[in-house]
């Protein structure tokens, strides 16, 4: 785990250049690439698709850190009125995007809306749209996971399983358990606790690899590919929920399963359910059940 990946000189300064950013770089730059390469196979002009891939971004990243605002406005408060330091210096923390703290479902809200306003805009099919982004999500989630993993963010919960990983004090995960009373005092490391991240960036690949074979097959389908995204993830994040322990997700019904847990390689008084991006997943999958449904009776109806 590398939080700093390394500091360049500035004058009398060195400046730190984390990890975190310049994995979620490599992972919009491939995200870039992948989505102008899938517009160029369906007509599509290269430059409104780089318009595109630049207003979804931004619209992605700023909804994605002001829902990470939003869940923990306490934590921000606190460092604004309270830090030790310049009132500045921590009172722009939530601008500060190199260190950490998106929330992967309130970007791909923001990302959502500013792609069917340029889809209206550009009288291009919204399902053509979401066929373009949804590899594009998979791969750049994927290096956004690993950058996750560098920084010790989204960090899962105690496990006895060999996979167990142990995060060291510069970590967000040791800071995190040493408030919360996890860790004693001296301890150089925390616990061993499932990667979830790697879980994650794992699952992502593995979705991305599905969609890059289904492509072909679905491209006179438009909107089957982000369907079959939207699918795949809310399932993967569903489960992957279900080992993280940092306590920036929130459990919204604290459901026990003690004999699940145990065979998770997860504490027995641990909850397994029911977290907000628990939620979130079982919306994704109604609203996909609901589609389906209609489309299903649509395709029965017949014609006047």
Not at 46 to 74: C, H, P
Not at 220 to 247: H, I, K, N, S
Not at 251 to 256: A, C, F, Y
């Amino acid at each position: 785990m590398h939080p700093v990946l390394l500091t360049l000189p500035f004058g009398r300064r060195e400046i730190a250049v984390s990890t975190y950013g310049v994995l979620v770089t490599i992972g919009l730059g491939v995200g870039i690439w992948v989505s102008q390469r899938e517009g160029r196979r369906r007509g599509l002009d290269g430059g409104r698709v780089m318009d595109l891939a630049f207003w979804t971004i931004v619209a992605g990243l700023i909804g994605a850190r002001l829902t990470y605002g939003l869940v923990n406005a306490r934590a921000f408060w606190s460092a604004c009125v309270d830090g030790p330091g310049p009132r500045w210096h921590d009172c722009t923390s939530l601008f500060r995007l190199w260190e950490g703290g998106l929330v992967f479902y309130g970007g791909v809200a923001a990302a959502a809306i500013a792609a069917f306003v340029f889809a209206r805009r550009q009288r291009w099919s919204f399902g053509d749209v979401g066929d373009l982004t949804a590899p594009a999500l998979a791969i750049g989630h994927a290096f956004g996971r690993l950058g996750c993993f560098a920084a010790g963010c989204c960090f899962g919960k105690e496990t006895v399983w060999r996979l167990g990983m142990a995060f060291p004090r510069d970590s967000v995960a040791f800071d995190v358990m040493r408030r919360s009373g996890a860790i004693p005092l001296g301890a150089r490391e925390t616990p061993p606790v499932h990667p979830t991240q790697l879980y994650e960036a794992a699952g992502e690949a593995v979705i991305f690899a599905v969609l890059c074979a289904a492509a072909p097959r679905l491209r006179r389908r438009p909107g089957a590919l982000l369907t079959l995204y939207l699918g795949c993830y809310a399932g993967l994040r569903f489960v992957v929920e279900m080992f993280r322990g940092d306590g920036i997700r929130g459990i919204l019904v604290p459901l026990r399963t003690p004999w699940l847990a145990a065979r998770l390689g997860l504490p027995s008084g641990e909850p397994l359910f029911l977290s907000v991006g628990q939620l979130g997943s079982l919306l994704i999958g109604a609203l996909l059940v609901t589609l389906a449904a209609r489309r299903a009776r649509a395709t029965r109806t017949p014609a006047p």
